[in-house]
């Protein structure tokens, strides 16, 4: 396996640590692979934005626990989760991408190809909360992925919950940012931002939750029946 763990997002672990956790699990295939390694070489400075091999591998064991039909991603980048997320649709599955960036998103598309799956992605560009309030009620969402503006992940989950039909899940990124939503000394506005949108979940009753130390942090929310 190609080394997965450059710079690897659960900040808490050794690397030889982060590598024995992913090559026991489901590790990431060549195609996946290759989108990374493509990442890292088209926007260096912003390759930590993808999600993590170990996450990529959740992300596609919840999508097919679910059975799920239709999800949505909140945040594409170059469609490493848009992969791992449309390869564990039920047959006739669909993935929603909310994304801003066109040159981002066209990275991926290749590489969803390739795996067989760039059917059942659809990208649409623009603001992702305007989006969302365009969603159809019908029919609901199975399962949605949030990993873009902090400043906004209260309003991705407000729009998002409505929308869930009742077992369905909404998985959250980097809801520990390093570790600094537990450092009273930090204050910068993307910090307070999470910390907001994680007591805004945590109080939800529409939802059950849990908060995994999965990388950057990874909350796991359910709707109730």
């Known amino acids: 396996m190609a080394d997965t763990d450059e710079a ?27 989108l990374t390694a493509e990442t890292r070489r088209r926007v260096p400075d912003r390759a930590g934005m993808q999600v993590a091999p170990e996450q990529s591998a959740l992300l596609t064991l919840l999508t097919r626990l679910l ?61 992702a ?5 365009a969603l159809a009620p019908d029919p609901p969402v199975d399962l949605a992925f949030i990993d873009a503006h902090k400043s906004e992940y209260v309003d991705y989950w407000e729009a998002l919950v409505p929308r869930l039909r009742p077992g369905g899940v909404l998985v959250v990124d980097n809801v520990l940012w390093g570790g600094a939503v537990a450092d009273p000394t930090r204050s ?3 910090t307070e ?9 945590a109080a939800d009753g529409r939802m059950e939750s849990v908060m995994l130390p999965l990388a950057d942090g990874v909350t796991i929310s359910r709707k109730r029946s």
Request: overall charge negative; hydrophobic content about 40%; aromatic content about 8%.
């Open 8 to 34: 690897p997002k659960s900040f808490f672990l050794d690397p030889a640590v982060h590598r024995y956790l992913v090559s026991h699990g489901s590790p990431p295939d060549d195609v996946a692979q290759r």
């Open 67 to 127: 059975g799920a039909r239709l999800a949505v991603e909140v945040g594409t980048f170059t469609g490493t989760s848009a992969l791992a997320i449309a390869r564990g649709l039920a047959p006739g599955g669909r993935l929603i991408c909310c994304d801003v960036s066109e040159e981002w998103t066209a990275i991926g598309r290749p590489f969803w190809a390739e795996a067989g799956v760039e059917d059942r992605i659809e990208v649409r560009i623009g603001p």
């Open 129 to 133: 909360i305007g989006t969302l309030h």
């Open 188 to 190: 910068d506005d993307r």
């Open 193 to 201: 931002a999470l910390r907001r949108f994680n007591d805004h979940a």
